[in-house]
Nanobody, 121 residues
Framework: QVQLVESGGGLVQAGGSLRLSCAASGTIFNINGMGWYRQAPGKQRELVAAITSGGSTRYADSVKGRFTISRDNAENTVYLQMNIMKLEDTAVYYC???????????????WGQGTQVTVSS
């Protein structure tokens, strides 16, 4: 069974930094794209950043220059370094990954449980 487990959320002051981690575990054959989404109260879930297995990245315009996504393929882990944080970054952050489980010739989309990030003034 494949799982994504997030860590690193919490409370931070505006202008500060946080680092989120998301580790995939289970019987994994391969991980394709990985990414981070967020959902603020009353809003739709939106893509924050994504990274391919080869390391290509893309970001939402609202976080460009402030957030950095990276991954450790050996550890099946994706990270989100968040700097110069703003009040509007407050949201539940979800990890997402396209994973091919062992023995199954098909990729499935998996989500983490979500981690709360709150930016205070």
């Amino acid at each position: 069974q494949v799982q994504l487990v997030e860590s690193g959320g919490g409370l931070v002051q505006a202008g500060g930094s946080l680092r989120l981690s998301c580790a995939a575990s289970g019987t994994i054959f391969n991980i394709n794209g990985m990414g981070w989404y967020r959902q603020a109260p009353g809003k739709q879930r939106e893509l924050v950043a994504a990274i391919t297995s080869g390391g290509s990245t893309r970001y939402a315009d609202s976080v460009k220059g402030r957030f950095t996504i990276s991954r450790d393929n050996a550890e099946n882990t994706v990270y989100l370094q968040m700097n110069i944080m703003k009040l509007e970054d407050t949201a539940v952050y979800y990890c997402n990954a396209e994973i091919v489980p062992n023995g199954i010739k098909q990729a499935f989309n998996y989500w983490g449980q979500g981690t709360q990030v709150t930016v205070s003034s």
